[in-house]
């Protein structure tokens, strides 16, 4: 048939034309077709490692799966061939999840999409058998409390493990023993402003004191054996020398009592 004859509106029947001549078109259940697809979801294969990526475009083959639907509505399976090593990958519909399902020649990788909803899908299932059902809420409750408790007691656990391999900080050591040095420091410059000055009078008193030790190392020198002289010039000599005591002790005696006098003043 050429491409006008197709287009025609009218068929040519001969006289002789009888339609129950005619053989019927038999179609095998599991006939299958060619057709162009792409990767479903990102799969590795198990023949020879070769990652294929979700979109990548193959020729496949797809056929109608036997002995199982969804609600009515039947399944189909699909064949690829690996870009590496030609070895073939086959994955199905799944029309409960809105997705595919990997059935064999590859491994299909992790996803995170996929696992948050189908923790979605079991939180929410979840929830909706506790509202139904109240003492599987009080169940559910009972088992996350004590799972509350048991992680608590464990996080303890931990820490006091960590804190028996904890080295020594040396730096902090350092700091440590510093700041201490300086808090001695600031402690003993304050104890020292604090400490208790010596008044005026007192200041006198002491310079007198020292004045009254010097006078009597002199007078200890005075008092020197000297060379002996005749005995009419010894004579006067030590008259002289006893009359310079007496004058001297009468100076101490008289120094000694002003400043009595002052201090009780």
Same mark, same amino acid.
């Given at each position: 048939m050429t491409g006008t004859e197709r287009k025609t509106l009218n068929k040519y029947y001969p006289p002789d034309f009888d339609p129950r001549k005619i053989p019927k078109g038999r179609f095998e259940p599991n006939r299958q077709? %060619?057709?162009?697809?792409?990767?479903?979801f990102n799969m590795r294969c198990n023949t020879c490692g070769e990652y294929i990526y979700?979109?990548?475009k193959f020729n496949a083959r797809r056929e109608t799966v036997q002995d199982e639907d969804y609600l009515g509505l039947s399944l189909f399976r699909f064949y690829i061939r690996c870009p590496g090593c030609l070895a073939e990958i086959t994955f199905k519909t799944d029309l409960k999840n809105c997705d595919y399902t990997q059935e064999h020649g590859a491994t299909r990788l992790f996803e995170a999409e996929k696992l948050l909803r189908q923790e979605q899908e079991k939180v929410q299932k979840q929830e909706e058998e506790d509202k139904t059902n109240p003492m599987k809420m009080l169940e559910t409750r009972t088992k996350m409390s004590r799972f509350e408790m048991e992680s608590l007691e464990r996080l303890e656990e931990l820490r006091e493990i960590n804190m028996r391999k904890l080295k020594p900080n040396y730096e902090k050591i350092l700091k440590d023993m510093e700041k201490e040095k300086q808090e001695n420091l600031k402690r003993q410059e304050q104890e020292d402003e604090d400490f208790p000055k010596i008044k005026p009078k007192e200041e006198k008193q002491i310079?007198?004191? +020292?004045i009254g030790v010097v006078d009597q190392k002199k007078l200890i020198k005075n008092l020197i %054996?000297?060379?002996? *002289?005749? #005995?009419?010039? !010894?004579? +006067? *000599?030590?008259?002289?020398?006893?009359?310079?005591?007496? !004058?001297? *002790?009468?100076?101490?005696?008289?120094?000694?009592? #002003? =400043? =009595? #006098?002052n201090d009780s003043e």
């Open positions: 077709y %060619v057709i162009r697809c792409m990767a479903p979700k979109g990548k310079k007198k004191a +020292k %054996v000297r060379k002996k *002289l005749p #005995s009419a010039d !010894q004579e +006067k *000599l030590d008259d002289h020398d006893n009359q310079i005591k007496k !004058q001297s *002790l009468q100076n101490i005696l008289c120094d000694y009592g #002003s =400043s =009595s #006098s």
